[in-house]
């Protein structure tokens, strides 16, 4: 599965946008790009996945640059309750399913 | 709630003493997971069932470490002669086989050796 680099944390005002970067530079035509995050203290939660067309779901949106080297996570009205460690994941689907976490971003939404 | 339960979600035990977590999935999924977390790092894959059957163990699993899915439902997961080292949150996750392959994690079990 190919690596993935996120900036190590970000701030985010509470209401606002919050966009979280992703490159994964080396990644190959059949992986897909996962977000996961986790709240302190919980286990990860799934957030959302994409191939290479841009994917929105109730949490959130994915943004997959055209040649699929980067996305963009995007947490339209980011709330407290958004602060957490997001981690970009790519992995192939004919794998085993485990899932290779990185450091992640952690997010900080502040009021 | 019928999501994935893990207990006991904190153990506390003496370096030397065996130690052993259970993790209940969700219902219909047959895949189970195991991933071991340190503070400030992110979860790491230890090893996963599909149904009864242990698919792969990764190389962090020692011969301390052993798991189990009797029946295809339930998973545990014992640590013998427990070191400090083990202390960490020990996360189960579980998925369908087919389909998203999204994982559904429990809370975890945090082990603290002493």
């Known amino acids: 599965d190919a690596k993935t680099t996120q900036p190590p944390s970000m701030d985010c005002a509470e209401g606002r946008a919050a966009n979280l970067p992703c490159n994964h530079s080396t990644i190959s035509g059949n992986e897909y790009v996962y977000w996961y995050r986790q709240i302190h203290s919980q286990g990860p939660q799934y957030i959302i996945h994409g191939l290479k067309n841009n994917e929105t779901n109730e949490m959130a949106s994915l943004i997959i640059t055209e040649d699929r080297k980067s996305s963009t996570l995007i947490l339209p009205h980011a709330t407290l309750r958004d602060t957490a460690v997001y981690y970009c994941?790519?992995?192939?689907?004919?794998?085993?399913?485990?899932?290779?976490f990185g450091q992640g971003t952690t997010l900080q939404v502040k009021p | 709630d019928t999501g994935v339960s893990q207990n006991p979600r904190h153990k506390i035990t003496k370096r030397g003493q065996n130690v052993t977590f259970r993790c209940d999935p969700i219902?219909?999924?047959?895949?189970l997971y195991w991933y071991r977390q340190t503070l400030g790092q992110g979860p790491e894959f230890l090893t996963y069932f599909q149904n009864e059957a242990q698919l792969e163990k990764s190389r962090l699993l020692s011969d301390r470490f052993s798991a189990e899915r009797p029946k295809g439902s339930f998973s545990t997961l014992e640590i013998q002669r427990t070191e400090q080292g083990d202390s960490a949150m020990y996360l189960c996750?579980?998925?369908?086989?087919?389909?998203?392959?999204?994982?559904?994690f429990g809370p975890g079990t945090r082990l603290t050796v002493t």
């Open positions: 219902s219909e999924h047959n895949r």
């Open positions: 994941i790519v992995r192939g689907y004919s794998n085993t399913g485990k899932l290779i």
């Open positions: 996750a579980s998925s369908l086989e087919e389909g998203t392959y999204e994982q559904y």
